[in-house]
Structure formats: C-alpha cells, structure tokens
C-alpha cells in the first residue's frame, strides 16, 4: 500500500505537469497500483512516459545486497591483510549493494572449566583482542564506525595499543571505559559464546581462517575468487543493475582549474 501511495502521488504529480495530457484513459481498467506492472498495461493507461521515469529514478532496494561474513582471528597475519586490504575497501566503494559481517572468533577454542574460558591460536593475547573488537561491536554498530575501527586496529603494528585511539578517532562518542567493562564482564564472555556457537555452526566446517561465506555459502571456488579479488566476486554476483565502479562506465569528471 505504501508503494501504490508513492506511485499514486508521482502520476499525479507529474500528470499534473503535463497539463493533463498524460492522464488516464477513460477504458483503463486497472488501479494506480498496477498502471506500472507492465509496459501493456502503462501505454492502455496512458502512462508510458511516467512509469518508464519511475523506473529510472527507483532504487534497486528489491535485490538482496551481496552479504560477505568473515570469520577471523584478530591477530592471525592472514585475517588482518584480507580485512584491510580486500574486505574494508571493497566494501567502502560497494556499500550500496554489499552487506558485512564480522565474526572476530579465529581458530580459537572454548574450554568447558577454567579462569580462561578461551584459548586461542596466537596466544591469549589474540583472545584479548578478539573480545575487544567483539564489544566493539557490540557496542558501536558495525556501520555506525566499528569497521572503521576495527580496520584501523588491523591496520596498526600493534592491534591491541591501536584500540583506544582508534575507536577515539571512529567512535568519539562510545567511551572506551564502556568497552573495558564489556570486555572484563559477563558480556564480553557471551558476545565470544555466540562467535564461538556461529563458528562451530558452519557448514563446512572451518578449517583456517580467514575463512568466508558468500550470501551464507562457503566453497572452494568462492573462498578462493574472494582472497584473489573479492570486488570483482561482489560485483559479479550481484543480481540487480550494476554500479558505475563495477561496470568501469566512465563518469565526466571536472576538470575545472583554480588559476594565479
């Protein structure tokens, strides 16, 4: 119904415009909500001009996004360069028509007794830095500046001394207190449960990292065309009309001067 309002108010608009000429037909005997339903319907209604601009101007918000989950460790080599150097810029130019997920888990274990519930491939330092960026997370909002973060954090020399300032240049209005008490609470431990729980759920199972699902699938193929050029892999499988950047249609570009 929302649409059908939508569509209702654009014919009007623009009929209106158009000083009537592109009002419905008398025999038209389809509701506004279908005038666009076809291009036969349209030219019988009389408004071919109106749909075929709606077509032009309406998003692609019907085609699922391309959804790339990444299951890592925060402190595996591996992990960090396909994090920064693939998944974080391909998603910074293909946001419109990619969706991410972080899983900062890794090839980490959960043990069922001890102070330490977790152990973890590269020490438990890497667990540390895994629970940081979980909180961060949680915290922050994956869109709302926590990639951002966590891709500063990878980016540095040292992930863990990266931390606090990088979610002070990102996140200024999360306090970093606030993440500390995720991480040495009782949340920081769940928030690692569910990473664990969604690691040990993949099908197939994990057996490295970084370790990627497409759209929920995992294969070969699909792990292996993401590490090679994971732009290309989103670009070619995303089913509605392809952005500019994907296409390489070149844009006029302003080639004005600011002269002495």
């Keep these: ?52 601009e709606l077509n032009a101007t309406r998003s692609n918000s019907a085609v699922p996004r391309v959804e790339v989950t990444l299951y890592y460790g925060s402190l595996c080599p591996g992990s960090r360069v396909f994090l ?30 001890g102070n330490c519930p977790f152990t973890c491939q590269h020490g438990q330092l890497e667990c ?10 949680h915290s922050v909002g994956l869109f709302s500046g926590a990639f951002h973060v966590i891709n500063c954090m990878e980016s540095a020399v040292n992930v863990l ?5 990088c979610l002070q240049l990102y996140a200024p209005t999360v306090m970093w207190d606030s993440v500390m008490s995720c991480v040495d609470g009782e949340l920081g431990f769940q928030l690692m449960h569910e990473n664990a729980l969604k690691t040990s759920a993949l099908r197939p199972a994990k057996t490295y990292v970084p370790w990627l699902t497409v759209n929920g699938e995992h294969t070969d193929d699909i792990q292996n065309k993401a590490m090679s050029s994971l732009f290309n892999l989103v670009c070619k499988m995303y089913k509605g009309g392809k952005p500019s950047v994907c296409t390489g249609t070149q844009k006029k570009v302003d080639r004005s001067f600011c002269w002495n």
């Excluded at 291009?39 to 408004?47: F, K, N, R, S």
């Excluded at 540390?128 to 961060?136: D, R």
């Excluded at 001394?161 to 300032?165: F, H, W």
């Design 1 to 52: 119904m929302k649409f059908a309002s939508i569509f209702v108010i654009f014919i009007c608009s623009t009929s209106m415009k158009s000083q009537g000429k592109s009002r419905p037909k008398p025999g038209c005997e389809y509701p506004p909500s279908q005038w666009c339903r076809s291009l036969e319907i349209a030219i019988e209604c009389g408004v071919r001009k109106q749909c075929l």
């Design 128 to 137: 540390h830095g895994n629970m940081i960026e979980a909180c961060i997370l």
């Design 84 to 113: 920064t150097q693939q998944l974080f810029p391909t998603w910074a130019v293909l946001h419109d028509i990619m969706d991410v997920n972080l899983v900062p888990y890794g090839n980490s274990q959960e043990l069922p007794f």
């Design 161 to 165: 001394s990266a931390a606090q300032p």
